[in-house]
């Protein structure tokens, strides 16, 4: 049964009032010298630098591993999901696609690549590979977009949302284990995985700016839960860990971590920013359960009046560090260890998380 799509407010903000506010929580980690000089080299005597010619080049996808980052490109009619090593410098081609690559999904486990294919406008194919390039399922859909969401824990389960021309989808459970597609009965084409088997769906009863609740389901059992927090304009989920968002009295964006059994691990403030009738909340990257990256700003407000720059603040068991004073819109993925990470329009900046600083890692041939 197709549904009709509603729009919730998982990516936006909105509270009253908007005063331009200062961050005085986050503070410039200082660097340890010495200990960097043992751990870590600089930036610029490590990474290699990856020739690209634009007429190939496709995407960035992903790092493969803490040394290794996953693109592709397009060569002699072929797709080709490449990994390109930092520290060597050399490339390996690990699967070649005749239909056009989409996207490249790199499971946390670092053993699955998902690639989302096409060759028409009215179907999609999801192929799982392993790292050495075969292939380890494969499934086909009717849509026109489609929406991926896998989970952490298990890669054998995957959400997938199909959207079609009439701003109609249908949300489908994909457990590659038993190779069945089972429709569900969720309302919200965006859900996340929360742990091994639970699905968290955002659920707005009034206006969706105003927040809401998020809810369980349970595909096994087929049973719905609540987590009994409301208000919650903004949530995403890794593994066990679950991020949620709040305002707070003061106007300022309340995150939440807590785990499966509900007790809070951390918790933080920023500032807000609004773009007129909305205040948006930026993605997150995980490094891990109790650690995220997101871009911050420095103070609140109208996002069209700021005059100071987003500044890219790792959160580690609720500590805030400041890693760069002005990151980029745009990309964002951090290394399995959380030391590096790629940023800029076109993923050409890599940031030493402990060294603080940057390189462009990429060089467009002319």
């Not at 952490?152 to 994909?174: E, G, M, R």
């Not at 930026?282 to 700021?306: H, M």
Request: aromatic share 10%; proline share 4%.
């Amino acid at each position: 049964m197709k549904k009709r799509v509603v729009t919730l407010c998982v990516a936006v903000l909105l509270v009253t009032g908007c005063t331009a506010k200062t961050d005085d929580n986050v503070e410039k980690a200082p660097i340890d010298n010495e200990t960097v000089e043992q751990t870590e080299a600089p930036v610029e005597e490590v990474i290699k630098t990856l020739a690209v010619d634009p007429a190939k080049f496709h995407f960035i996808a992903d790092w493969l591993s803490d040394t290794k980052i996953v693109y592709v490109e397009k060569d002699e009619g072929l797709y080709k999901v490449n990994s390109f090593d930092l520290d060597t410098g050399e490339t390996d081609t690990l699967y070649e696609e005749k239909s056009m690559i989409i996207d490249v999904l790199i499971h946390p486990s670092k053993q699955y690549l998902l690639l989302h294919t096409s060759d028409n406008s009215t179907s999609a194919t999801v192929k799982m590979l392993s790292t050495d390039g075969i292939i380890q399922d494969e499934i086909e859909v009717a849509s026109t977009e489609l929406g991926i969401e896998w989970n952490d824990l298990n890669p054998s389960l995957i959400l997938l949302t199909a959207f079609y021309q009439d701003w109609t989808f249908d949300l489908y459970l994909y457990d590659g284990a038993e190779s069945d597609l089972v429709l569900l009965p969720i309302e919200d084409p965006f859900p996340k995985w929360f742990g091994g088997q639970q699905i968290a769906v955002g659920y707005v009863e009034d206006h969706p700016l105003d927040g809401g609740e998020i809810r369980l389901f349970n595909p096994t059992t087929e049973q719905w839960g609540n987590l009994g927090v409301d208000g919650i304009v903004y949530f995403d989920t890794y593994e066990h860990s679950l991020l949620t968002v709040k305002m707070n009295e003061a106007g300022d964006a309340h995150y939440m971590l807590s785990g499966l059994d509900g007790i809070v691990q951390s918790e933080w403030t920023l500032p807000a920013v609004s773009n007129y009738s909305e205040w948006v909340v930026p993605e997150v990257e995980w490094a891990s359960g109790n650690t995220v990256f997101l871009r911050a700003p420095i103070t609140g407000g109208q996002l069209d009046e700021l005059s100071s720059p987003f500044r890219l603040i790792q959160v580690k068991e609720g500590q805030q560090q400041v890693i760069n004073e002005d990151i980029a819109t745009g990309f964002l993925r951090c290394s399995p260890s959380g030391l590096a990470c790629i940023t800029g329009p076109t993923a050409e900046t890599i940031i030493d998380i402990q060294m603080a600083e940057e390189r462009v890692w990429i060089d467009i041939l002319k």
